[in-house]
């Protein structure tokens, strides 16, 4: 399988501040990449240093080496809080239409995440979405197009159990259709549901990469132990 | 009315305007009793009115249509020494501690504010007994909100609730803002705590695997009304209304099936 992204040895080093890395891992074309740690590991600052936006200045520095096989075009991102994401100000439609794609090429991407959102619908304003369907928006908006890298950041955190899996189905979906996946989530289950390799991220270090399987039935490293505990159970008795 | 009982609510509607002048019924026709020293949860997704439900019981806001009684006694009617009372008995713990602190204020200061009657030395050793209560350090009390983290922050806003000696707690996604481990590091304390709250509880929350962990009847809502009630086995095994079953599936399979 080809490799679509090549991190060797990234470190991130802020004057002040946290320093990530070093930290070497790859994601391969059309598989699903799980990145999981707890807030502050560093994980949005992975995805931002992936998508070449973070700005180097005032001491911050970058080394190692991000190889992308693909161009930065193809790559796209779904944030963590959809309503934050979309400018209230503007319909849906408006902000869907500004990727610059044709009608047909929106509707169908609208109609791959099940948004049922035409004509009228598209002049309603974000607020009037639920958080459910902003997210399948910003998916839509992510497909539009037609990138080979989805990279989500969090994408569930902000919804409830039930919306939870309808947009874990349509990441699946996603990574049938044969687009990358980097999905960052301090969610074990929803990583270990869709990944098919998972690196652990803890205070700034990649403590751990493997497959699922082999990670839960043996994790290696103490506090990817401490994850699996915490992952809450059904007690039923 | 049987006095064996927190709460009763008898046919509560909450109404919020809405478009064009209509209504929208976040709590739609409830009929409900809940009894002391048993854990309820309530479980339903975002938009349920589980959230206006909790208000409607800790009194915050009144139902536009029905009653509620506590302990008997109409809400409605409450004089300002019922609802004092009240407050003695039930306290709330909210979904957003980054909210729900006042920031202006240090720590010493919200939890000074739940030590009513108590001054001096008292007041001091009441205020070390439950920071230690919740495994928060000492050296917490100069700090003001945005000094502490959201797992910190929620302990504050749980001793808070805890100072007031509750016997009953209600409970809004405590956990909802906060990550996994710190989660399970507020739902470790919650369960420890589950004795000294002789009342009884309400967890509300949208995570089943969260209220199996707390409660011993599930309330399923949804749309404002309520689709089944239950022990925690029945609900999780043999629930009768097809949304339950939904909901009850809808979280990710763990142990992982490989």
Redesign the interface.
Known sequence: MNTLIDVKDLVLDYPKGPRFGPMSFSIAEKEAFGLVGESGAGKSTVALALMNVLKFKGGRKLKGKIERHCSAKEIAYVPQDPAAALDPLFTVGSQIRELGCSEVAILEALEKVKLPLTGMSLKSYPHELSGGMLQRLLIAMALVRRPKLLIADEPTSSLDVIHQAEIMKLFHAVRAEGISVLFITHHLPLAMDLCSRMAVLYEGKIVETGIPREIYEAPRHEFTRRLLEAVPVLEVA | MSSDSVFQLKQVFKAYPSKGGKKFHAVDGVDLELKWGVAYALVG???SGKTTFGRLLSGMIPPTEGEIFFEGKKMRDWMRRDRRKFCKKVQVIFQNPYLSLDPKWNIREILEEGTLGAWGRGRKRKIEVILERVCLPKDCLPKKPHALS?GERQRVAIARALLMEPEFLILDEPTSQL???T??DI?NLLRDLRPTLTGGLLFIT?????A??LAEVFIVMRHGKIVEKGL??EI??SAQAPYTQ??V????????V?
């Not at chain 2, 949208?206 to 969260?210: C, R, V």
């Open positions: 997704e975002s938009g959201g990550d996994v481990s989660q399970a739902m949208h995570d089943i695997a969260l199996s962990q925690k086995k999780l095994f939904q909901l599936s809808a979280s990710p399979a763990w142990p992982p490989f």
